[in-house]
Nanobody
Framework: QVQLVESGGGLVQAGGSLRLSCAASGRSLSTYDMGWFRQAPGKERELVAAISWSGAVINYADSVEGRFTISRDNAKNTVSLQMNSLKPEDTAIYYC?????????????WGQGTQVTVST
């Protein structure tokens, strides 16, 4: 199986930036689509950004479009999320996830999450 570990979370002021990283082990990420999700207390988990196995297809939630950038380095087996112009509503636990590159197959591998807190 694939093991995913997130890092890079922390406390920042509104308008600041953070870069989250996801390191994978067990299998190469080159055969998987990857995504970043987030979940705040009292809210459902939502997809923030996704990137296809090759990096050719990228999608963002409307709430982060233009502020966040997802990228991957299959050679290093990592996925990153650059977060700029952070807002208090971005506060959540952020999760890295992986899925096989088959349409409609759900994300099946998840990291433990990393906390992102944005203060006013």
């Amino acid at each position: 199986q694939v093991q995913l570990v997130e890092s890079g979370g922390g406390l920042v002021q509104a308008g600041g930036s953070l870069r989250l990283s996801c390191a994978a082990s067990g299998r190469s990420l080159s055969t998987y689509d990857m995504g970043w999700f987030r979940q705040a207390p009292g809210k459902e988990r939502e997809l923030v950004a996704a990137i296809s196995w090759s990096g050719a297809v990228i999608n963002y939630a409307d709430s982060v479009e233009g502020r966040f950038t997802i990228s991957r380095d299959n050679a290093k087996n990592t996925v990153s999320l650059q977060m700029n112009s952070l807002k208090p509503e971005d506060t959540a636990i952020y999760y890295c996830a992986a899925k096989v590159r088959i349409v409609h197959v759900p994300y099946t591998y998840w990291g433990q999450g990393t906390q992102v807190t944005v203060s006013t």
